[in-house]
Structures are given as C-alpha cells and as structure tokens.
C-alpha cells in the first residue's frame, strides 16, 4: 500500500468515529427527537402559550395516580405512603401499568433465563436454530397473539382440551391479569433469553478453571465468576421489558380487558380524539417513568462493571450426556420441565396461529387463506395492498435498517461506555425511543416528516422508504447498544490503551480489538434490528401513506376483514421470512469469533 | 363562484418541486419541497413550475396535468377499497372512470379523518377532493379541532341528495351527505344462548359473562354500543362528571334516576367483557369464550359467504333497536376539482350505484331508491326502528360521556 493511501486511511479512521457520531445525532434528531418533540410540546404549550396547568390537572387526578395523586395535592409523603400502604389503596392507572409491568418482567425473566442456560451452556441439534429463532414472538402484532392466545389458552382452547384429556382441571385464563402476563412474557422472555445468551456465550471459561482450581465448587464458581458477568444482560433485558410492558398497547386490552387498561390506552383514546394537550401530558408522565428506570438501570451497571479478556468461551454440555450422574439427572429434568412450559407459553400460541391459518370457521382444514394472498397478488389493483411487495419492503428495509442501527449502536455503546461522566444520562437519553409512547411517535412522524417543515419559504416533506429505513434504524438501535454495550463495558481498558499506544486509531481499535470479543452481543443486537424492522408499524404505516412502501405487518393489518383468516396466512408469511432472516444473521454473524 | 376558475387557481398553488440539485438522493430519500404559498399570485408557483425535469415525487393529480382528463382524489378508509372480501372501491373507480373523462384515485392514509385534521392544522395542503366514509363524531371532532375553519364545503345542490332517508342526514350544516349505513347490534350464538330481547335482559343471571363489547374509545362499535345505551337510559345529568353536569339526554326507559352509567355498573356486576377492538372482541367470540358479541347487522352475509351455520350467527335487534352508523361523503373546502367531486357524490346515490355499495360496503343504501335484490334483506338485518344521535346532541357531549364511563369502568 502507498503512503499516500495509508495517510488518507489514517485520516479516515481517525475521523470515523467522530462522523459517525454526528451521523447518529442527525438521524435521531431529524426522525426521532424533533417529530416526538413537535408532539410532546403541546403537554405545556396550549394554545400558544407556555401552561403547566394541563400537567397539574394530571399529577392530581387520583384516576391517573392513585393515591400518589395526593403528594401533588398538597399532603405529606407520610400520610401518602399511608394511604399507599392500606388495603383499600388506589393504583390509579398509572400505578396499575407500572404494577402489571413489574409482574410482567418477574415472569418473563422467570421464563427467560433457564432458555438462556439452556441456549448458551448445552449442545444439542438444532441449537443455532432454535438460538436464531428465539425472538420470532418480537414481530408478531398484537392481533395474531391475541388469535394464538384465545385458542391455546381459551374456554375451548388447546390446553383446556389437553387438560380435560389426562383429567385435570379446566382453566380459565383469558381475561383476566395472568392472560396479560403471559402474554408479556409470550413478547419479552425471549429478549431476556437472547441477551443472556449472547452474555453468557462471552464469559471467558479460563476465568472459570481458575476458580475451580483454586478449590472453589461449581456452584461457587457460577455465582463468584459466571453470575457477575451475566448480571448486566439479565438486568438489561429486565429493565427492558418493564419498559416494553409499561408501554404495552393493544394486547392488554384484547386479552385482558378494558378493567385492565393501561396508561396507553388513555393515550390513544385521547389522540385519537385529537386531546393533544393531555394526551402529550399522559405520554410525558409516561416517558419519565421508563426512562428513570432506565436511567436507574445504568448507574447501576457503570458501578458494577466487571473486567474480563475474554480468551474463549465455555465448553457447552451434551444434551444427552455421557454419565448419567445424579447431577446430569436432575439438570435435564429441569430441562425436560422447562421446556414443556415453554411448549404451553410459546409453541402452542404460535402453532395456534398456524394453525388458525389453515381452518374454517367450522374447524375443516382450508388452503383457502392462502389461495387468498395468491389472488390478491395476481389480480389486486394498484391501490391495494398486495403480499409480494409487502415482504420484499418488509426484507428490504429490514436489512438495510439494521444496517445503519449497528453503526449508530455500537457509537453511541462506545461514547456511553467510555464517556465518564454523564454517562448514564446520555445511555438513558439515547434508549428514549424505546420508551416514548408509540402513539406519541407515530403522530410525530406524520407532523414532523409527512407533513414537512417550513424552511426558508420551503415546505420540505419526508416520506416513503428511506424515511422508514431511518425510522426502523431508530426504533431498533437501542437494542444494539444494549446488546454491545456491557459487553464493551466489561473489557477491560488496558486493551485499547495497548491498541492505541502501538498507534491503532480508535476506530481501528475498536473494530479490531473491542467488537470481536463482544461479537455475539453484535449479532444479538443486528437480530434485534431486524425483528424491530420487521415488526415495526406505527411509523411504517405513517411514512408509507401515498406510496408502495407497505410491509408484512401493515398488510396483516390490511387483510384483517369480517373474518381473520387471510389475516392470520400473512401472519405466517411474516413468521417464516423473519424466521428465515434470523436464521441468515446468524449464519452470517458466525458463531462466537475464536482466535 | 366560478368553480372552474377556483379550482384552476387552486390547482397552480398546489405544484411539488423537487430541489433539482438533490433531485437524486431527495428522491430516494422521500424528500420533497412545495413553495410556501402565503396568498402570493400564481406567477411566482407558474415559474417554478416550469422546472418540470427535476419533479422526481410529485404527486399523481400533477402528471395528470399534461393530459386534459382530470384526477379526482377520493380519501376513505382502507376496507372501502382493500378489504379481504368485498368493497367497493374497485367497481366504483371503473365504473365513474367509464362514464367521465376523469381518473379515480383512492387515498388511504391510516388514521381516516383526522389525517386531513392534523394536515390542515399543521398548513400543509390537503390533496384530496372528498372524503368518503364520515361519520357524524369525525364531523363533530372536525368542527372543534378548527374552529371557523372549514375542512370541508358545503355540498350545494347534490343530483339525487333528496332521496336521502331523512334520519339518516347527520350534518346540519349541509356539508356531508350520507351514502351508505350500518347497524350495530348483538350477534349471538344460537346452539348456545338466546339473546334477551331488551337491555335488562342482558343483566339476568342467565346472561352472566356471556357479552363481549368493546372500548368506546378505539373502536366504533364499541362507541355506538355505549351511545345505545345512552340513549337508552339518559346520561344522567352527570353531576360531578366530565359531562358538562346538565342532563342532555333523557333516555327511554323512563327512569330519570337510573342513567347509562347505572346500566353499565350492572353489566360489570354481570361480567361484561369489554375488549378493545371489534377484531379482539370477535375472535374470542368466535372461539367460544362467550355467546353474545356486539357486532354488525350484516353479521350473516360474512357468515353465509364463509359457508358457516346461520344458526351460530343469530342477529339481536335490543328493544327492537339498532344504532345506525351512517357514513357520510363530502367535498374538502380546499378542493382542486370540486365539481367533478360533487358529480362523484351524486354518482354515489344513484339508485343502482347504492345498490352495488350496499353489497359491496356490506351495508344498507341511504336513499329510499336504492336498487337491492329482494332477498337482501335476508341476511343483511334492518332494525324495526333505528337510533342514533345527531350531529347537535354528540357536539360538547361525546367526550364527557366516553371519560365518565371510562372512569367508572376502569377504576384501577
């Protein structure tokens, strides 16, 4: 190589991190800060003029806040801890959600985990696969969950019947708080799997040997060297489902009824009815609360961060394994356990869906669903939504949004790991679209993009595919941060010192040295992306109005008649081109990167 | 005035420029730009527009422009053009397009009406000519979003607006004209329950946990089942409420004591599910978790088509009511062609084109000349008598009604 050509790569790679960095602020500013903002604003601008009164009326509003609506009204944290603390207390809907969410994320880290022991420390046939396709639960929309659940988990549903068979018990679980629950955890105990897995796939097995050869038992060695590293990713994928489950809409309502209506319920209702200022109010009491537990989340994880080289991951057990001694016995009766739960919570809903995709009413089998997308495809006018182009843009934009969130969460998972100070505030800030009202989001994209901004005499408008690129890239990027980001924050400094010294740029460093310890968090967090993409439809359906932009998910919801079957075969499409897409991520990704 | 010069005038302000110098990354990226028009004259728009080689997305009505035949751009909801089964969308663009040298183009935008809504209040341009599919709330909502200013224009003299059924015309002010309605109603189950045949009916311990409803707030048969019982019961004065405190609705039952959120009270203590989309709500219907389900009058025409046992689909007209949906069209006061929107609406209620809505809206026509086969009414119900409230008694209402009963049935 030239020097001329070496000095223009230096120039490059010193700079690469620093335009990265500005490309991201400009993307969440231009698709994200300034749309949610031009929505947010209305809680304190009324009718021009600068009020907190909208505010007030809210944190006062015992419906919304329950007994805490007294702390706003005047009286003493002591008399209001005594009202919270007696049995007749009111939640208000607030307190619910954030009740509902706590219970949600208890259950889906309960179900998570032991998938994320299974996943990372055994081997077995089928392991990537089943690894890849852990997240398909991500994309599905609310209504074709709510068809699995009223079907598995139903009066006439799979398991009453299975139950009646072996003479157990009837349950009825559907609308009720356990049906949300499990729904939640339906959506978000794969994400506490993932996560973990990806973590627990990092851990350096020498750190283990050397506890075991200094004596210490198996057990002790998980708790002392293992459970310290896996820490950060169980409590990322917790505080993420509480943010997920806090801002959970529709599913509350289609499997657990409008006595258990959640703050976005309100938000919807009152956008809807274009009650901007309050919604906008509900939605910034919304936003706080998610992004304090996040912000709480972080300072925790920048004070607990543990050092590691990782050198090579651990050896992963046999499934079926060569002794079986008492331990192996009772490690795979946890397993066989387990995964008959994870047959009820998981497989069946979606094997229900399925299923449903290929019934009549009457319950005869029908490939009429199907023949439906086929005829839409051949004969659906311009003006409608058709199957074929709707999974290629789902595809399309899936890829191409992943790639621009890696770039954007591996910037922002290095300025909030490295960055000392303020890190927690800017991790926080930067997970905000995760923890924005999607309503709030959707309405802020049709204002700030669709509709355009006045400059300079100008009115200058975003729509169509690139905006939706962008759009998904936002929804999905904090996911990488979250996968990379512990990972980076455990390595340990002294490496990229070394790097640096020897005159690596930081780029450099950081994409020799830095992403491929924490690779599997990398392929965690672009599988992430793409289930975001895939899924994704509030902004979709915002940005897609007037063009040919629509995916799966907007079509599902387009093919949703009088009866649900066409709807359901799309929800099959979407379920195998995600599940193929997982499945060539992973494959691309590789396995954990060994040198 | 002269329609044909308003809309002229209209259409020149109406041009998207792309930046020519981005033309290429601007159109890949969605991106456009439209010339601010603050009351200036159409010379300044009339030399932009001139710059037609770089116009990489604009919009339909602009290509139109080279050829005479004008585009009519009619906004709807998505199901009256792309619904699995039927709708009209397709059989009424070919057969205006055949008769008028115009072309139909259908705008689908999520959100229905309050697309246009939040377009006009935040000074983009509408883009559209008439919105098919008005209900009387979304005119309602309309009016106090804007205040004085008009989404839409008077409808004027529409050819074949007097055979309207007189219940039917929601809007006071003449500016929508109904072309289509529906009716909710219970549908039940009939190997497994029989409906009562009024409102107290539904509280016997017969009926425990056997209805399923909806959220009034995000979904319309939800709202029109409350608004039934309103009607039904009166609103109570709702002192102490968010209604206003003045009791604007009486109710029929006699019984000023007793009010709609009385009733509601009583279906809760009777374990009434109340979901939160029509979709959820039928899907746990169909699937057995309870036998009655407020859902439309046309309920057997979908059952009938899907080869299921009408037996299963019973229709409960309660009190012999139904509350009517009706769907109204009217023309956007910032129409570019508004007259062609105007022949399109008539051409909405000729006899035969009524006929054709009905049974591909699955609805019923809004006029009292509508051709429908005779045995239509076979499958697709009508009610011996119909409520529903107009435009008057929804406005300063509606929303108090929905956050009184929200408030009582959610009190977490």
Redesign the interface.
């Known amino acids: 190589m030239s020097d001329t050509s070496r000095r223009l790569r230096d120039r490059v790679e010193r700079r690469a991190l620093t335009a990265l960095t500005a490309a991201t602020v400009a993307v969440l500013v231009v698709v994200f800060y300034y749309p949610v903002g031009t929505v947010l604003v209305e809680a304190v601008v009324v009718d021009g003029r600068l009020t907190l009164a909208v505010f007030a009326d809210l944190l006062r509003d015992p419906?919304y806040l329950?007994e805490f609506a007294r702390l706003f009204t005047g009286e003493g944290p002591v008399a209001v801890a005594r009202a919270v603390a007696a049995p007749d207390r009111?939640?208000?809907?607030v307190?619910?959600t954030a009740y509902q969410a706590v219970l949600s994320t208890i259950v889906s880290v309960a179900l998570g985990l032991p998938a994320a022991y299974v996943l990372a420390r055994f081997e077995f046939p089928g392991r990537r696969t089943l690894r890849s396709v852990t997240i398909l639960p991500f994309v599905l929309p609310s209504?074709m969950v709510?068809?699995g659940f009223?079907?598995t988990f139903?009066?006439?549903?799979t398991l009453n019947a299975v139950l009646s068979a072996i003479g157990g018990p009837r349950v009825d679980l559907?609308?009720s708080l356990e049906a949300i629950l499990i729904a939640h955890a339906f959506y978000n105990a794969p994400l506490v799997a993932r996560v973990t897995t990806a973590a627990w796939e990092s851990v350096d097995a020498s750190a283990v040997e050397t506890a075991r050869s200094l004596g210490a038992g198996p057990l002790r060695a998980f708790l002392d060297v293992v459970a310290p590293q896996l820490y950060p990713a169980v409590l990322t994928s917790a505080a993420l489902t509480f943010v997920f489950t806090f801002g959970t809409f529709?599913i509350?309502?289609?499997l657990g009824?409008?006595?258990?209506?959640t703050v976005e319920?309100?938000v919807?209702?009152l956008a809807?009815?274009?009650?901007y200022a309050e919604a906008a109010a509900l939605a910034l009491v919304e936003l706080v609360i998610a992004l304090g537990v996040l912000f709480a989340y972080l300072r925790y994880e920048a004070a607990t961060a543990v050092s590691s080289r990782r050198a090579r991951p651990l050896p992963r057990k046999l499934l079926w394994p060569d002794a079986w001694t008492p331990r192996a016995l009772a490690e795979r009766a946890g397993i066989v356990t387990y995964a008959g739960f994870a047959a009820v919570v998981f497989f069946a809903p979606i094997a229900s869906m399925v299923l449903a995709s290929v019934t009549?009413?009457?319950g005869s089998l029908t490939l009429d669903h199907y023949r439906?997308l086929l005829t839409?495809q051949q004969t659906g006018?311009a003006?409608?939504?058709r199957p074929w182009p709707a999974v290629r843009n789902s595809v399309l934009f899936a890829g191409a949004s992943a790639m621009v969130a890696l770039p954007m969460g591996v910037v922002v998972a290095v300025i909030t790991t490295r960055a000392s100070r303020g890190r927690s505030l800017v991790g926080a800030v930067a997970m905000a679209p995760f923890a924005v009202s999607g309503i709030v989001v959707g309405?802020g994209l049709?204002?700030g993009l669709v509709?355009?901004v006045?400059v300079a005499?100008?009115?200058?408008?975003?729509?169509?595919?690139?905006?939706i690129v962008a759009a998904h890239a936002v929804a999905g990027y904090p996911f990488v941060v979250r996968t990379v980001a512990p990972g980076l924050a455990s390595l340990d400094a002294s490496l990229v010192e070394s790097a640096r010294a020897l005159g690596a740029s930081r780029a450099r460093a950081l994409f020799d040295i830095e992403l491929p310890l924490v690779w599997p968090g990398v392929v965690a967090g672009a599988a992430f992306a793409v289930a975001i993409s895939m899924g994704e439809f509030t902004a979709t359906?915002?940005?897609a109005?007037?063009?040919d932009?629509y995916t799966m998910p907007v079509a599902i919801e387009?093919?949703?008649?009088?009866?649900?079957g066409?709807?359901t075969a799309m929800g099959v499409v979407l379920l195998i081109v995600t599940g193929v897409s997982f499945l060539v991520i992973e494959r691309l990704g590789g396995e954990v990167r060994d040198y | 005035m002269d329609d044909a010069t308003t809309a002229a005038r209209r259409h020149s302000r109406r041009r998207f420029l792309a930046l020519s110098g981005a033309a290429g990354l601007a159109g890949l990226a969605g991106c456009s730009a439209e010339r601010v028009d603050e009351g200036a004259d159409g010379e300044a728009d009339e030399s932009n527009a001139t710059d037609d080689a770089s116009e990489t997305n604009e919009t339909d009505e602009d290509a139109s422009d080279a050829d005479a035949s004008p585009t009519l751009t009619v906004a709807t909801y998505g199901a009256f053009v792309d619904a699995p089964s039927v709708s009209p969308g397709a059989w009424l663009k070919e057969t205006f397009e055949s008769r008028v040298d115009a072309t139909v183009e259908w705008a689908t935008p999520d959100n229905g009406v309050n697309y246009y809504l939040e377009r006009a209040a935040s000074g983009a341009s509408i883009d559209a000519d008439l919105y098919v599919g008005l209900t009387t709330e979304d005119l309602v909502r309309a009016d106090a979003e804007l205040d004085d200013d008009d989404l839409f224009a008077e409808a004027g003299a529409i050819d074949g607006s007097d055979a309207v059924r007189d219940g039917l015309r929601f809007d006071p002010r003449g500016r929508a004209v109904p072309f289509d309605t529906g009716y909710v109603s219970l549908v039940y189950d009939g190997t497994e329950t029989t409906a009562p045949e009024t409102f107290e009916g539904l509280l016997d311990e017969d009926h425990r946990g056997a209805l399923i409803a909806q959220n009034p707030g995000s979904s319309s048969t939800g709202r029109s089942f409350l608004l039934h019982t309103i009607h039904r019961f009166g609103d109570g004065g709702d002192e102490g409420g968010y209604g206003g405190g003045d009791e604007t609705v009486e109710g029929t039952d006699d019984d000023p004591d007793y009010d709609y959120l009385d009733y509601w009270a009583d279906l809760q203590a009777n374990d009434v599910r109340v979901l939160g989309s029509w979709e959820d709500a039928y899907t746990a219907w169909s699937n057995g978790e309870a036998p009655m389900v407020v859902s439309y009058s046309t309920d057997q025409v979908f059952a009938a088509d899907a080869g299921e046992d009408l037996e299963r689909h019973q229709i409960r007209f309660v009190n012999d009511e139904a509350y009517a949906t009706p769907e109204g069209m009217a023309v956007f006061a910032d129409a570019d062609e508004p007259a062609l929107a105007r022949e399109f609406m008539s051409f909405l209620l000729e006899p035969a084109v009524q006929g054709e809505i009905a049974k591909r809206n699955v609805a019923f026509p809004a006029t009292t000349t509508a051709a429908l086969p005779d045995d239509y009414a076979s499958l697709a119900k009508e009610p011996t008598t119909s409520v529903t409230f107009g435009y008057d008694e929804l406005q300063g209402s509606l929303d108090g009604w929905i956050t009184d009963w929200e408030r009582q049935v959610a009190g977490n």
């Open positions: 419906f329950g009111r939640l208000g809907i307190g619910f209504i709510a068809v009223v079907a139903g009066r006439n549903g559907m609308f529709p509350v309502l289609a009824g409008f006595e258990l209506a319920v309100f919807y209702r809807r009815d274009l009650q009549t009413a009457d439906f839409r006018a003006f409608q939504v309405l049709l204002r509709f355009g006045e005499g100008w009115r200058i408008a975003v729509a169509g595919s690139a905006a359906v915002v940005l109005t007037g063009t932009a387009r093919f949703i008649g009088r009866r649900l066409p709807a």
